[in-house]
Nanobody, 129 residues
Framework: QVQLVESGGGLVQPGGSLRLSCAAS????????IGWFRQAPGKEREDISC????????YYADSVKGRFTISRDNAKNTVYLQMNSLKPEDTAVYYC??????????????????????WGQGTQVTVSS
């Protein structure tokens, strides 16, 4: 069964760090761009980061740029989101998603604007005030 599972969330103090993992089963992440999203209570879902399937091209939202780092380990079929200097405003449920938008020139899946094929169930990140 095709599945994405997020892990690594939890409670952390302001200024602390967490590393989230997004592990795929039932398919390989080698051919997918992976995005990270978050949704806080009462707020709309926010696209915070993405990494292409092969060349390591990345995207970061202004809200997390300089603090978060996305990476992938295709051998482990896993994508990571390293979160440093966490703020209370980072409190949210964090989701990963896989996209297969193929670029014929670079021969890889690129980060899309909005359409993703698979979504995880999310992991809670709470940064205490």
């Amino acid at each position: 069964q095709v599945q994405l599972v997020e892990s690594g969330g939890g409670l952390v103090q302001p200024g602390g760090s967490l590393r989230l993992s997004c592990a795929a089963s039932g398919f390989t992440l080698d051919y997918y761009a992976i995005g990270w999203f978050r949704q806080a209570p009462g707020k709309e879902r926010e696209d915070i980061s993405c990494i292409s399937s092969s060349d390591g091209s990345t995207y970061y939202a202004d809200s997390v740029k300089g603090r978060f780092t996305i990476s992938r380990d295709n051998a482990k079929n896993t994508v990571y989101l390293q979160m440093n200097s966490l703020k209370p405003e980072d409190t949210a449920v964090y989701y990963c998603a896989a996209a297969s938008v193929w670029d014929i020139t670079t021969i890889q899946a690129m980060c899309p604007d909005g359409e993703y094929d698979y979504w995880g169930q999310g992991t809670q990140v709470t940064v205490s005030s």
